[in-house]
């Protein structure tokens, strides 16, 4: 995972480490904004990542919830300041969920990534990532936003750096014959997929059509896994974050229970995919096909 985890990554840190304070401490969000003179929803937003902390707020929830060990004190006044930094992709005038997204991407050591009909970004060629982009261009700007492409193409860069994350990917069959951008284009398409699978950070598996119907058939989603860096107080890591993109609307899940059963459904779809080996044989072979 990159030594800088980036400033998303840095707030839900802080945001989770006040919010268990906050709660050894026995006070509700109401109770804390009352005395701080401020809205529940800023201490809310807060906790939850979607508001920096300045740092007289980290002082002043430091002192209500008794946090008096200076080299703790310090370390999350060093979120504070990590939390307010820009990453690159925050110049890129970006949907917010994709922001979000990219920013957990960099910082996540292990991506699990379902698919149902399309190639994960993450693996898509730049002429696939464009066919997918003209699709989905409904008011007929995409000619005018080639940056889409590029910031889909600068994102793949997490798996080419060191250190990277441990990319799982399980897609169904229906991915790798949907001819997005004609016959050449997915040529090429499952061409990279193959070569990618030679990373040593990245397996595929396909679960083949004659497993019928199986509980993925409904949405794609990713879990994104941060294992360390761990929280200033030795407290439990930043939680798992689930991401569904969805043609109205992106969503993000990382309740213990939500997350649990994203964790489960993915372990239940590689079971019925081919192995990574015999996926690569799938591969090749439609590749002599086309």
């Known amino acids: 995972m990159p030594e800088d985890p980036g400033p998303l990554i840095r707030r839900r840190q802080l945001g989770s480490t006040l919010r268990r304070f906050r709660n050894a401490a ?3 969000v109401n109770e804390v904004a009352e005395r701080l003179l401020c809205s529940p929803s800023k201490i809310s937003r807060i906790e939850n990542a979607q508001r920096n902390a300045t740092l007289r707020d980290v002082r002043d929830l430091c002192n209500m919830y008794g946090i008096t060990d200076e080299v703790l004190q310090k370390e ?8 307010r930094k820009r990453g ?3 110049d890129a005038n970006l949907d917010p969920s994709l922001v979000t997204l990219i ?14 009909l399309t190639i994960p970004g993450l693996l898509q060629t730049r002429d696939y990532a464009e066919a997918i982009r003209n699709v989905f261009d409904l008011d007929g700007t995409a000619a005018r936003h080639p940056a889409v492409v590029d910031v889909r193409m600068r994102r793949q860069q997490i798996l080419a750096t060191t250190p990277r994350p441990t990319y799982n990917v399980v897609l169904d069959e229906a991915a ?7 016959p050449g284009v997915m040529r090429m398409q499952i061409e990279h997929l193959v070569e990618m699978a030679g990373m ?15 509980l993925g058939m409904n949405n794609g989603f990713t879990i994104l896994d941060f294992a360390e860096p761990a929280a200033p107080d030795g407290g439990s890591i930043v ?3 689930v991401y569904v993109e969805g043609i109205t609307g992106d969503n993000y899940h990382d309740t213990l229970s939500e997350v649990e059963l994203f964790v489960d459904a993915f372990a239940q779809l590689r079971g019925l995919a081919l192995s ?9 072979e439609m590749i002599k096909l086309r």
């Open 103 to 116: 920013g957990m991407e960099g910082a996540a050591k292990v991506i699990s990534e379902y698919e149902t």
């Open 26 to 28: 026995g006070l509700s």
């Open 200 to 214: 040593s950070v990245v397996e595929i598996q396909v679960i083949p059509f004659s497993k019928g119907a199986h």
């Open 176 to 182: 790798l014959h949907r001819a997005v951008g004609g």
């Open 239 to 241: 939680p798992a974050v």
């Open 76 to 83: 999350l006044m060093g979120l504070a300041r990590e939390s």
């Open 276 to 284: 990574h080996a015999d996926t690569l044989t799938l591969m090749r």
């Open 88 to 90: 690159w992709w925050q």
